[in-house]
Structures are given as C-alpha cells and as structure tokens.
C-alpha cells in the first residue's frame, strides 16, 4: 500500500511539474506580468513607484495603462507600447511607418508640447491653452483619462478608468461586434474595424487596421459604430450638426465648411483628382512594398464599410472613406495637431504632404 501512495504522490508531483502555467492573453505570460495577490512583494508595495497613479489597484493588478503601455516598440513586443520616456523613432518617411511608433502614434511628444496629441492625466498636464474643453466639444468635468468616462477605452458610463476596462483584456475578441468592451475595436466601446496583430508596426498595404466609416448623406448623421463617429463623442462640431459641416443647400456636399469625414471619395467624379489615391506616395517603396495607383496607403488610411479583413486596394464605393484617422494620430506625434505628416513644416522640411494622397494635383 506504501508503494502504491508513494507512487500516486510522484505521479501528482509529475503531473503538476508538466502543467504549463496559466498565462494572461494580453501578455502571452505568467499571470503575475499584470497582477498581484496582495499588492506586497519582498517587503514592499507591488504597485507604488511603478505606476503613474497610487496603488492598490483595482482588479490586483501591480500597474495601471500608463505603466503596462510604456516602453519602447521593436516588433517582437507582445505588449502594445503608446508612451515612451526618450524620443521615439517617428522613421525617416515622415509618416511614423517606418520607425518603431504604433498606429496611435507615441504620448513622448505631447510632454514637448501640448498641440501635439491628446493631453493625458498622468502623462501631461491639462493643455494650457484648451484648458478641459476639447476643440469640437464641450467642456469636461476632470483632465481626458486612457479610458473610462473621461478617457476613450473602456466603458463610458464607468468613471474609474481601471474598472471601465476590468475583463476586456481577458475577453475573446475573435468576433468584433461592439457589444462589450472586450469585443469592441481596440477596447473603444460600441466601434467596429479591424485590427492588426502587430498595431501596425511597419505596416503595409495588406496589413495594417481596417477603420470603419460609412458614406452618410447628411451632415446630421452620426454612427457610432465608425471610428470618425466615435471621435465625436468630444470632437462633435467637427463631424456633424446643422450648418458645421457642409455650406450646400442639400445640407451635404461641397462647398464644405470643414473638412468632411465619413464621406466615400467614391462620390468624385470618376476623372477627378482623388481617383488618383493614393497620390504622391505612387512609386514610393515602404516597408518593402512599391505603391501604385490604387493601393492601399497605412500613411494616410481610408476607411470601409467592410472591416472583415485588410484591404490592399482601394475600391470607390464603400471602401475610400475618409476619417478623423485619415490625417490625425490618436494619441500623438512629433508634428502639430497630432498630424500623420509635417503638413507645416512643407515644403521647406524635404517631406512629402499626405495631403497630395487626395488632393493629387495641388502637390
């Protein structure tokens, strides 16, 4: 019998030494990259000195989105990073494809000045001259936040940015369908694309994300399903309402008193100028690809109303919409306005002006 239980005991002993360890989806590792049981570790507090808010955290976890999401990209990082604390490389194409940025850009520069991203508490005091009322919008009760009801991810009727976002990262997001935070397109609550496993680290023609916009017909409409739609949510005056948008007395359509965003380049005429997109960048060679007439640019990306997959071609008519991410970073970048490109540093910087993608004979 000694025998038998001793050999029941090594056999569970082998069993458990064979057992991988519970790993988190959204660091491919060990569950303690993210959490902590009592928020104590060699005599000290897990999460004090790592974070940019005061510890403990909410769902133990050892650091808040500011301290997981910093760091520097390299292409082999199982962790998005959106902040660095040295200058990172924006690439030497002037559209942040080619160096080591994401598609949301990097929060480094708006540390370098306020105009040139979204002023994030805990990254960035309160812009000084914007103070807490977003251009487009109306004026916020605290400083924007990563998620939560004063930030972009997460839930929006929850306040604390953490618990907005408690469960998403675990979520099964194979399906994107806004109904939760965890099946929604980069944890934006109720808006629809598709994303690339890589968030666009060097992207190119066939990888990269896929925003949703529609082709609306009025400058009233708004679907918050869209990438431009959801921008809107503090940007309103610069997507839509009576008289904000379009000067034409159909209320949609040129002459237009902003630029417009979702609106389908498939509603030019078929010689005009924007058939030609995507522009300057034709015969341009990035990140391993040539571009021709047509192809599908990361540098200034259009959006579709089909967000299955990546598209590599541009099609007129539900697929060259453009979008608040059209021109502008999320996040930020080294240029004003959180612009893709150094619009005013052209033509005296070398650079060529993702304008000319559209607007092909202005260049």
């Not at 001259?129 to 939560?148: E, F, S």
Request: glycine letters at 14%; hydrophobic letters at 30%; a negative charge.
């Amino acid at each position: 019998m000694r025998v038998f239980i001793l050999g029941l005991a090594w056999g569970f002993l082998l069993l458990l030494v064979a057992l991988p360890r519970a790993e988190a989806k959204i660091r491919h590792g060990v569950c303690a990259d993210c959490h902590t049981m009592h928020n104590s570790q060699g005599g000290y507090t897990v999460a004090n000195g790592t974070v940019y808010l005061s510890g403990p955290i909410p769902g133990l976890l050892n650091t808040d989105c500011i301290g997981c999401h910093t760091g520097t990209n390299t292409g082999t990082n199982t962790t998005p990073y959106v902040y660095s604390t040295s200058p990172p490389n924006y690439g030497a194409n002037g559209f942040g494809t080619d160096g080591d940025t994401l598609a949301g850009g990097n929060f480094y520069w708006v540390t370098q000045g306020d105009d040139h991203g979204h002023n994030v508490y805990g990254i960035a005091g309160q812009d000084a001259a914007l103070g807490l009322t977003p251009p487009g919008g109306t004026t916020m009760a605290q400083q924007l936040r990563c998620a939560g009801t004063y930030g972009c991810h997460g839930d929006p009727n929850i306040a604390n940015p953490i618990v907005s976002m408690l469960g998403a990262h675990h979520a099964d997001d194979s399906v994107i369908d806004g109904s939760t935070v965890g099946k929604s397109y980069r944890f934006l609550k109720g808006v629809l694309g598709y994303e690339d496993p890589q968030w666009e680290y060097h992207p190119t023609p066939s990888r990269h994300n896929q925003y949703k916009g529609v082709d609306r017909t009025s400058e009233t409409d708004i679907d918050p399903s869209t990438i431009s739609g959801f921008c809107a949510r503090c940007h309103g005056d610069f997507h839509h309402g009576s008289g904000n948008i379009s000067g034409n007395s159909s209320g949609w359509g040129s002459p237009w008193l902003r630029h417009p965003t979702d609106y389908d380049l498939g509603n030019t005429d078929p010689g005009s100028e924007y058939r030609d997109y995507p522009g300057v960048l034709i015969g341009q060679t990035i990140n391993g690809v040539t571009y021709t007439q047509g192809t599908y640019a990361p540098e200034v990306p259009l959006g579709s109303t089909n967000v299955a997959n990546a598209t590599s071609t541009i099609t007129f008519g539900g697929g060259a919409i453009i979008t608040c991410l059209t021109c502008h970073r999320a996040h930020a970048t080294p240029y004003a306005k959180s612009l893709r490109w150094d619009y005013w540093g052209w033509p005296g910087n070398g650079k060529l002006n993702g304008c000319n993608a559209c607007h092909t004979t202005k260049d």
